[in-house]
């Protein structure tokens, strides 16, 4: 006994034309930007200066592996303890994970640990860390407010710009 064997679309045509349509605007849209003909979406870093957002709080911090997996976090002015991000504890993901992507090009660069990183609140209410070696500047806002008041807790005792 055979059974029968269908050779039909499984996909819809509106599905199929809708799909197509969204990749052909999304391609449209890609090239207006890409060409000039439509602004980008503002830059963290050009909207602060556009809005003359001047720094409130500022650190200069180095971090350092331990060697039980740990993290610890220093004042790079100082040399004073800041911070220790246990190995495996939930609340240091975020900010073991911002790291890694900085680390990685660092080591890309072949640059150590030792250049500080700048932790800054900017007078608007945004959080910023810049890699002083590398110049990368990750906005800690996008990612939430419990991932940017992690950073935050780093600023207690910062001196005032």
Do not use: C
Not at 11 to 24: E, N
Request: proline fraction near 5%.
């Amino acid at each position: 006994m055979s059974q029968a064997h269908s050779h039909d679309n499984i996909v819809s045509t509106p599905a199929l034309v809708a799909a197509g349509t969204l990749v052909a605007f999304t391609l449209v849209m890609t090239a207006t930007v890409k060409l000039g003909w439509m602004e980008r979406e503002a830059v963290p870093s050009v909207a602060r200066a556009e809005a003359q957002a001047a720094p409130t709080a500022r650190r200069s911090l180095r971090f350092a592996d331990g060697a039980d997996g740990s993290v610890l976090i220093s004042d790079a002015s100082t040399g004073q303890p800041v911070s220790t991000i246990v190995a495996g504890a939930e609340q240091g993901g975020f900010i073991r994970g911002v790291l890694r992507g900085l680390a990685r090009e660092r080591h890309l660069h072949g640059i150590g640990s030792e250049p500080p990183f700048t932790l800054t609140r900017w007078s608007d209410g945004s959080l910023s860390l810049v890699d002083e070696a590398t110049h990368r500047s990750v906005d800690l806002g996008g990612f939430g407010s419990d991932n940017s008041a992690a950073f935050a807790a780093l600023l207690m005792g910062a001196p005032r710009p």
